[in-house]
């Protein structure tokens, strides 16, 4: 049985960090990508970043280039989402999703599974 479970969030001050955690279980992360996306209140989701299945290829939303980072340990079957220098803007729910191919998009029905999302709300 696939499932998602991230963790991290919470609330912290503009400028500052958080690092996301997306533990997967019911496959590896080397047979599929993994995304990360987020929605706002009112807003439509959004792909923030992902990481290919084997070479570790990743993808950046313009947004948040330069300061997220995204990385994982197959080890541990898990997906971290390093987020530093924070936003008010950055104030989502931030959900790590299974793609059904080992290759990023950010085309959101191209993930077949879904986690159940953290929040992350940022002060100014």
């Known amino acids: 049985q696939v499932q998602l479970v991230e963790s991290g969030g919470g609330l912290v001050q503009s400028g500052g960090s958080l690092r996301l955690s997306c533990v997967a279980s019911?496959?590896?992360?080397?047979?599929?990508?993994i995304g990360w996306f987020r929605q706002a209140p009112g807003k439509e989701r959004e792909g923030v970043s992902c990481?290919?299945?084997?070479?570790?290829?990743?993808w950046y939303a313009d947004s948040v280039k330069g300061r997220f980072t995204i990385s994982k340990d197959n080890a541990k079957n898990t997906v971290y989402l390093q987020m530093n220098s924070l936003k008010p803007e950055d104030t989502a729910i931030y959900y790590c999703?299974?793609?059904?191919?080992?290759?990023?998009?950010?085309?959101?029905?191209?993930?077949?599974?879904w986690g159940q999302g953290t929040q992350v709300t940022v002060s100014s």
């Open positions: 990481i290919s299945k084997r070479d570790g290829g990743t």
């Open positions: 999703a299974k793609a059904w191919s080992g290759y990023c998009t950010d085309y959101v029905p191209s993930y077949t599974h």
């Open positions: 019911g496959f590896t992360l080397d047979e599929y990508a």
